[in-house]
């Protein structure tokens, strides 16, 4: 099947993972439930580049990985701030009321999909009717955004200290936090735990593995009876060790950042062939691994007509274009001729 540019999970896995995947298979009999040495050294490894002694925990996705995480910070009548355009908010189906058995997701529509600290107090505040309305209890924020966005580390500090000025708990919805951590360079301390992240989900699949996000508890009192959760939820891998070799190998050798920039770097270059054309207008910057364009509809069905895949992700003319680790030069530019000569000839 040719590349395409609908998901950043269109792309399978990268050769260091699979070949850590055989190499873990090969070792045969290994006991389960992550009681082996491929879990423990890719707990570590987590601990030592995010520089604190986190509690860690594998589950199968990253819907999971929020809900859980974010049943762990809440009670049934509690509220969970989030932009509108967010994965909890938008593509999660409820679990994260479903698993919090009712905590309620309050959104703002602030720019760029990012949160302001101004949006926070606002919805935050909404809470002193008292029993009448839910309690706001965590701030959850994406990183990089639903637009491919990213909030700098200051930006995060801003946020966070305003959720704590309301008592709240701060969840990040990582799921392409290698992306954010490629543009941004700063260490993935500073843009977590140090600028007041409590628990991260860590995505591992859009960065080139096959299953299972990692939740990183940086307050590791929050983590408490977390594994009873996971398995409850049937979140709890029996042969972990097929999940977590692939983990270590991601990790070892700074795998994650290359796959993270080389992605980046392909919307970066897809961007700058597309944004001058006629009818297309980028959305928002391209600061992670997604193009977000308006294309006016006869473009996007000429595309589609000569086999591109892509969604139409705002309105009629608002598309995501979303690159992979192993988007290749040649596809970005296959496909940028391709929108370029449909712009062109209208
Ligand atoms: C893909 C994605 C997830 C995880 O989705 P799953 O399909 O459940 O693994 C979470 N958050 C964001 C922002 C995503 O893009």
């Not at 009818?279 to 928002?284: D, M, N």
Request: glycine share 8%; proline share 4%.
């Amino acid at each position: 099947m040719p590349q395409q540019f609908a998901s950043d999970n269109n792309a399978g896995i990268c050769p260091e993972a699979l070949a850590a995947l055989t190499r873990a298979n090969a070792e045969g009999h290994v006991p389960g439930y992550g009681d082996d040495e491929w879990t423990q050294k890719a707990c570590a490894r987590l601990r030592e580049l995010f520089e604190t002694d986190a509690q860690v925990f594998f589950v199968f996705n990253g819907t999971a990985a929020n809900a859980l995480a974010l049943a762990q910070l809440c009670q049934p009548y509690h509220a969970v701030i989030a932009h509108a355009f967010s994965h909890v908010e938008e593509d999660e189906a409820g679990a994260p009321a479903l698993f919090s058995g009712g905590a309620k997701i309050v959104t703002a529509d602030t720019a760029l999909a990012k949160l302001t600290p101004q949006a926070v107090d606002a919805l935050a505040k909404k809470g002193r009717r008292g029993v009448h309305h839910v309690k706001a209890r965590a701030l959850s924020i994406t990183q990089a955004t639903e637009l491919g966005t990213v909030y700098t580390p200051s930006e995060v500090g801003a946020l966070t200290e305003m959720a704590r000025r309301h008592g709240l708990k701060v969840h990040m919805d990582g799921a392409r936090f290698a992306n954010a951590l490629a543009t941004l360079q700063c260490s993935p301390a500073d843009l977590s735990w140090r600028a007041g992240v409590d628990v991260l989900c860590l995505g591992g699949v859009k960065n080139g593995l096959a299953v299972g996000e990692a939740v990183l508890f940086f307050a590791c009192e929050l983590a408490a009876e977390f594994e009873w959760r996971v398995k409850q939820a049937g979140h709890l891998n029996s042969k972990m060790r097929l999940v977590t070799a692939p983990w270590l190998a991601l990790l070892e050798g700074d795998v994650w950042l290359s796959n993270a920039r080389h992605a980046n770097a392909m919307a970066r270059r897809l961007s700058e062939r597309i944004t001058n054309l006629p009818g297309v207008r980028l959305l928002a910057p391209v600061q992670a691994n997604g193009v977000f364009v308006e294309l006016p509809p006869a473009v996007q069905a000429a595309l589609r007509e000569k086999g591109w895949r892509f969604y139409t992700f705002l309105g009629e003319t608002g598309c995501r274009l979303m690159c992979a680790w192993d988007t290749t030069p040649e596809t970005v530019d296959r496909f940028a001729a391709d929108i370029a000569a449909t712009a062109m000839s209208r």
